[in-house]
């Protein structure tokens, strides 16, 4: 991890950001060579993904020793990559890792789909991703009916997906109240949210919140890529009686 070079000491850093820094520069990496077409490089990689995520895990557990060695096994995997000449890449600067856009992704997020994935995905790559998930309140408001799945459950759901840097519940009565809190450089909207572009952008600088609005314009194509969707299969496959007794036969699996 010595070889990144930067203005930065990383070392000086606390336990915790040090950790977020190798991680990013490593899922940075590994997003670069997922179109490797060497088998063998992406049954490395699959692992280096793994690893990755045990990183994470412990991360948030607050264990950063072991998150720590984690993702330094996974750099050294990626490095062999490299090393093997299967694959070339450069490691990004800790300065530039530090300094990633803050960008903001909101939504109901009510079961999640490839869509949602695409949308992170893409927020990611622009930048560090805090994401506002849509109060119950507010999806009867805007849908005109009861979200699937209740707020904090998808709020933890969110939480857990790996381009996400936070997630935190909007506000359940000014829109712009957590836009105001995390002061995001980027807004990335999905290819059907309602607001406008412009319309966003000086609702916020009137708010004091520079941030540059952009839009997705390619929209994720599968055959259940809405939870609307997801929601109407499932009608159609499960039993008339299958939800008797609130579906507690299937909580274990």
């Known amino acids: 991890m010595g070889r990144w070079s930067g203005m930065v000491d ?30 063998r490089a ?17 991360l948030d557990k607050g264990d950063y020793f072991t998150a720590l ?21 450069e490691w990004r600067r800790p300065s530039e890792l530090l300094e990633r856009p803050r960008v903001v992704v909101a939504g109901t997020f009510d079961i999640i ?7 992170l995905r893409e927020a990611w790559r622009l930048g560090r991703v805090h994401v506002i998930v849509a109060r119950d309140d507010s999806v009867r408001k805007i849908k005109g009916r009861e979200p699937f799945v209740p707020e904090e459950q998808r709020l933890q759901v969110v939480s857990a997906i790996r381009y996400v840097y936070e997630a935190k519940l909007g506000s359940k009565t000014d829109f712009l109240e957590p836009l105001r809190e995390i002061k995001p450089d980027i807004v990335l909207l999905g290819p059907d949210q309602w607001a406008d572009e412009e319309w966003l952008a000086r609702r916020l600088e009137a708010e004091g919140v520079r941030a540059k609005v952009i839009r997705l314009r390619e929209k994720i194509r599968c055959p259940l890529c809405s939870s609307t969707s997801i929601a109407c299969r499932v009608l159609e ?15 274990q699996g």
């Open 10 to 39: 990383v070392s000086r850093l606390d336990p915790r950001r040090r950790v977020e820094i190798y991680i990013a520069n490593v899922e940075h990496v590994v997003d670069k060579l997922r179109s490797l077409s060497d088998a």
């Open 42 to 58: 992406r049954r490395l990689l699959d692992l280096v993904s793994r690893y990755v995520e045990d990183a994470k895990y412990f």
């Open 69 to 89: 060695a984690d993702i330094a096994y996974a750099e050294g995997l990626v490095d062999a990559l490299r090393w093997l000449g299967i694959a070339e890449f």
């Open 113 to 119: 789909h490839p869509g949602h994935v695409g949308l």
């Open 237 to 251: 496959v499960l039993p008339r009686d299958a939800c008797r007794g609130g579906g507690k036969e299937e909580e």
